[in-house]
């Protein structure tokens, strides 16, 4: 891929061609209890993240750690909230662990539909991120919203558009 010239951005495409300048906004880990696991993160040095915040659309609880302030890069520890939240299954089978990489951009539903003609599967249609909305005051008329895809190799790759 080329750079954009600005750090931390990328083209996406597979074709090379800049449909939309991303860039890396945070890590997603799923975890049992976020509180224990920010606890980990603290003992490294990374103290700075926002309370955890619940998401009832996505059925998550979710809080974000500064990983790069100044860039605004974060791991975001997302810790289900009943038996139906889309990480249960995965916290089960798996016991946590990375879960899927988040990149900001600024025109969702464009950039969704060039990484579906890609190759790229859909697996959640772009949706209002309340809990994301919570966590960094986004009190704004309008609302942030997600989508997640999984590449041809199974990386769980989101895409974030704030408002």
Not at 7 to 22: A, F, L, S
Not at 85 to 90: A, G, I, L
Not at 112 to 124: H, P
């Amino acid at each position: 891929m080329k750079s954009s010239g600005n750090p931390g951005y990328r083209t996406v495409n597979k074709h090379d061609k800049p449909i939309e300048k991303t860039k890396l906004h945070h890590i997603g880990i799923v975890v049992a209890d976020i509180s224990e696991t920010a606890r980990v993160f603290k003992s490294i040095g990374l103290y700075n993240r926002t309370r955890p915040e619940p998401d009832p659309i996505q059925k998550v609880s979710a809080s974000f750690i500064d990983l790069i302030a100044d860039q605004d890069i974060y791991i975001e520890l997302v810790e289900p909230t009943d038996e139906s939240s889309p990480v249960t299954k995965f916290l089960k089978s798996r016991g946590g662990g990375l879960h899927h990489l988040c990149f900001e951009v600024h025109d969702l539903e464009k950039v969704s539909a060039s990484l579906v003609n890609d190759g790229f599967r859909m697996v959640t249609a772009p949706v209002k991120c309340q809990g994301f909305d919570k966590s960094f005051a986004k009190n704004g008329v309008k609302k942030s919203k997600i989508a997640f895809f999984l590449t041809q190799g199974n990386l769980l790759i989101e895409l974030l558009e704030r408002k």
